[in-house]
Structure formats: C-alpha cells, structure tokens
C-alpha cells in the first residue's frame, strides 16, 4: 500500500544518502544491527528460552568494530586495484575476494567473537583452529556464487547492502556451528 511505502521510500533514502557521505559509520551500525539480529535469529532457532547475552553482545561488538570498516576498506582497496578496464576485473575482484577477504575475515571473525564473549586468548584459538577450516570450506562451497553475482551485477555503491544481506544468513550459519561446538566443549569438560 501506498501509505506504508512513502516512509519506506523516505527510510531508505536517509540510508542511501548515508552511506554516500559517511559510508564507514553507515556500514558499522549496519553490520552492528544485521550481526545483532542475526545471534538473536540463531538462538531462537535453536529453540533458546533465554538469549545469551554475551553471545548477543559479542556479535553486536563485532558488527561495529569489523564489519563495516574491513569489507569498506577491502572493497575499496581492490576496486582500485582493479579499476582499469581489465578483461578479467570481475573474475579478479571474485578472486581477491574468495582467497584473501574471506579467510583472513573468517579467521578474524572467529577469534575476537570468542573474545568479545569473554573466553580467553587461549580457548579463541582453539575456536579457530577447530572451526576455521570447516567453516571456509563452507564459505566458499556456499557463497561464491552469491559473491560473484555481486561483483558482477550489483553496483559497488549498492553491494555493501546485497552482501549484508547474504552475510545475515552467513552468521546464523555460523552461529550455529558456534555453538553446537561450544556444547560439545562444555560437555567434554562435564565429563572430566
């Protein structure tokens, strides 16, 4: 209807304007939001009775700290390493993304949420070491054709915005893969 689509309009040109003149700030509440909703969502698909606040909190933090500045920067960074009129700048844009944004975030991303929850240096590495791997493979086998499509059809202002929305469904993914080992931990250590 037209009476619910006016502020929607209205909403969503704040946004855009926004995220032309303060792109960082506008991409860290943005992550911060998505990285929030996206815990919450998790958890009560897990059938959660009461939230883990610090879960909460900890993707929150991580949202507003990495997740609008280092894809900002990446993003930006490899546009202009690939803004002349290559053959192949797409495939190389797709590349860059997949072999170096996506392990060194995913490393990042399991490291300090581990932190942020409050666990020590010592048990966010071992949740790296035990996650990181399966968890790329997954990244990878799932999410590059999404992440090609967006290199190849979406124009760069708009694909911070398609890649929030493909890394909302990401951090459920990874949140649940968090915690079943999480579990896993505390039952061994029950068993002790």
């Known amino acids: 209807s037209m009476?619910?689509?006016?502020?929607?309009?209205?909403?969503?040109?704040?946004?855009?304007?926004?995220?032309f003149n303060h792109p960082v700030r506008t991409k860290s509440i943005t992550a911060c939001v998505l990285a929030t909703s996206a815990n919450v969502t998790s958890q009560r698909l897990a059938g959660a009775k009461t939230l883990n606040?610090?879960?909460?909190?900890?993707?929150g933090l991580f949202g507003l700290i990495f997740g609008g500045s280092v894809p900002h920067y990446f993003y930006t960074t490899v546009e202009r390493l690939f803004n002349h009129d290559l053959r192949f700048r797409r495939f190389f844009l797709f590349l860059?993304?997949?072999l170096v944004y996506a392990p060194v975030y995913q490393a990042l991303s399991l490291f300090f949420l581990a932190l942020f929850e409050g666990k020590s240096p010592q048990t966010a590495l071992k949740n790296v070491e035990k996650l990181y791997w399966p968890l790329l493979k997954a990244n990878w086998q799932y999410l590059s054709l999404f992440v090609y499509l967006n290199f190849a059809y979406v124009p760069p202002m708009f694909?911070?915005?398609s890649m929030a929305i493909i890394s909302f469904i990401w951090v459920v993914y990874i949140a649940q893969k968090r915690?079943?080992?999480?579990?896993?931990?505390?039952?061994e250590k029950a068993n002790k």
């Open 179 to 187: 915690r079943r080992f999480q579990d896993k931990l505390a039952a």
């Open 53 to 59: 606040q610090h879960s909460v909190f900890a993707y």
């Open 159 to 161: 694909r911070s915005i």
């Open 96 to 98: 860059s993304e997949r």
């Open 3 to 19: 009476v619910l689509s006016k502020p929607l309009y209205s909403l969503f040109g704040t946004y855009l304007e926004q995220l």
